[in-house]
């Protein structure tokens, strides 16, 4: 992992705060996607778990909206997708 991989896994992590995170899990896919056209400029991928009781109450459309409006300004670089599980406490859609 660089320092660039870390630098935005804490950016990432910094963002979703605002979301009282009760489990944040942040996976770096970017591997599966060499080659891809968003992968073009070392954009990369990732996947997020998240738990938070602020997703209570909200379908998964509403719980994906919170996610990208922490990390919107990110989009489409230095991050070009990410694929969302989010849940809430106990957590709850998680394998």
Do not use: K, W
């Not at 996610?67 to 106990?90: K, N, Q, S």
């Amino acid at each position: 992992m660089s320092a660039d991989d870390t630098d935005l896994r804490a950016v990432l992590a910094g963002r979703l705060a605002a979301l009282e995170p009760a489990r944040l899990d942040l996976i770096d896919e970017s591997h599966l996607h060499a080659g891809h056209v968003g992968a073009q400029g070392g954009a990369r991928h990732f996947r997020v778990r998240i738990v938070s009781n602020r997703f209570q109450g909200l379908g998964t459309l509403a719980r994906h909206r919170l996610v990208y409006d922490c990390v919107r300004d990110l989009m489409p670089h230095p991050i070009h997708a990410l694929a969302i599980e989010a849940g809430t406490p106990p957590i709850e859609g998680f394998s």
